[in-house]
């Protein structure tokens, strides 16, 4: 049987693609122990078993690519939006509609269908002002920067 690979970010749309399977193989993003509680309460309610592989985003992403033909993982859980555009455009990837989707506002979802975001995450920049002033680094920009 041939699988395929689904972005998604919502959960509850992913596994519509193994309910005829005793287990499937997803590759995901998401931080360990997230996916780890996730993917067992999926196999408690469903009985399913899910084979998961912890991944970054561009090594799913660069294992994607390599299986192009002969397709691993049914579906890749998690990451962020770069690498889930990046694999669209390489045709990597299969659009899928959710349901759930409804619930999730259209700035955060990919108008084809391609990839929904399942969380949003800060990013953070951190300057050791001591150690930037050993190295000639203006502080007043970090202040700037820190303001912002």
Known sequence: MKRFIVVIGIVCMVFSTALAAESFTVYTTLEELAAK???????EVTG???????????????????????????????????????????????????RAAANTPEQYKDPEGYWIGLYLGPLAFVTNV??????????????????W
Do not use: C
């Open 130 to 147: 001591d150690r930037a002033r050993e190295l000639g680094i203006d502080s007043t920009l970090t202040a700037k920067v820190n303001k």
């Open 37 to 43: 509680q996730l993917f067992d309460r999926y196999e």
């Open 48 to 98: 399913i078993r899910v084979d998961w592989v912890r991944l970054s985003g561009g090594e799913a992403e660069a294992r994607m690519e390599a299986e192009k033909m002969n397709p691993q993982a049914s579906i890749w859980v998690g990451g962020v939006g770069l690498n889930h555009i990046s694999a669209k455009l390489k045709g990597l990837t299969t659009p899928y509609f959710s």
